[in-house]
């Protein structure tokens, strides 16, 4: 039987395809995504966001694990306390680039940076893109992940070994649910300490990208293909919309209404 379900973790990705960044609260408003997630991405060499018209695009035009598994041999980390975003990148425990993306000159050194780091492996030159209220998450909606550890721990049990949830990438997760307890919550509303915050979308179906190890940057299994074979799907966690204004805590209580 299901217990006391909490929120174990919130965790933004600034950059798409880039390090976590974890925090005790987030601030959640009405139909968008979480503040700073995905807020910038480095596009693959394909040159086709305009900044001045934000659409969404796939996630093959940007640089991310699916396609890519060597930037998981990167650590980066978002800096916005002077107001301005500073992305620091770090290899091994040394800085390698540091640079404002909100200057030229900044996303240049990141730009440089990485066309070296991914020369062998790129189709052009890369090239940092934002634009003001824009999220490069996979899918257009503007949804937020939840991953329920249960479920997680229930492939480990299959493939015989720890896996980190941070290879799963989503934004919120959850425990004291049963093993995917949370399919069953579709349509349905989250609450939250109690109040209404989130509304279930849709089953998050799984690619590539789950195969690559975030501590080795190496793609060291196949776990679509070990979850269709041991579930019958390739699904691990739930998106959802958040339906009203509330600050997220890390140890806050989810109650499915």
């Known amino acids: 039987m299901t217990g006391k379900i909490t929120i174990s973790a919130l965790?933004?990705?600034?950059v798409k395809g880039m390090s976590v960044q974890t925090h005790e609260s987030l601030q959640l408003s009405a139909g968008e995504n979480l503040p700073f997630d995905r807020s910038w991405a480095i596009e693959a060499g394909a040159r086709k966001f305009d900044a001045a018209a934000p659409a969404y695009l796939p996630k093959t035009a940007f640089t991310q694990l699916m396609s890519y598994e060597k930037i998981a041999g990167l650590e980066t980390s978002m800096?916005?306390?002077g107001g301005k975003p500073v992305l620091s990148i770090n290899r091994k425990g040394?800085?390698?680039a540091r640079g404002d993306l909100s200057t030229p000159v900044g996303r240049q050194i990141i730009e440089q940076f990485m066309a070296a780091y991914m020369k062998d492996e790129l189709r052009g030159s890369p090239r940092v893109v934002h634009a003001d209220g824009h999220?490069?998450?996979d899918v257009p909606a503007k949804f937020i992940s939840i991953?329920?550890?249960a479920s997680v721990r229930e492939i480990e049990r299959v493939v015989g070994k720890p896996l980190d949830p941070l290879r799963f990438r989503a934004n919120i997760h959850i425990d004291g649910a049963e093993a995917w307890e949370e399919f069953s919550w579709l349509s349905k509303t989250l609450n939250v300490d109690g109040k209404p915050a989130f509304?279930?979308?849709e089953r998050i179906q799984r690619c590539a990208a789950i195969s690559v190890n975030p501590e080795t940057a190496e793609r060291d299994m196949n776990l679509p293909r070990t979850l269709m074979s041991a579930f019958q799907h390739d699904d691990c966690g739930i998106y959802v919309s958040a339906t009203a204004d509330c600050v997220l805590k890390t140890g806050q209580q989810i109650t499915v209404a």
């Open 11 to 14: 965790n933004t990705f600034p």
């Open 79 to 81: 800096d916005t306390s």
């Open 94 to 96: 040394k800085q390698v």
């Open 135 to 137: 999220h490069f998450t």
């Open 147 to 149: 991953l329920n550890l």
């Open 199 to 201: 509304r279930v979308a």
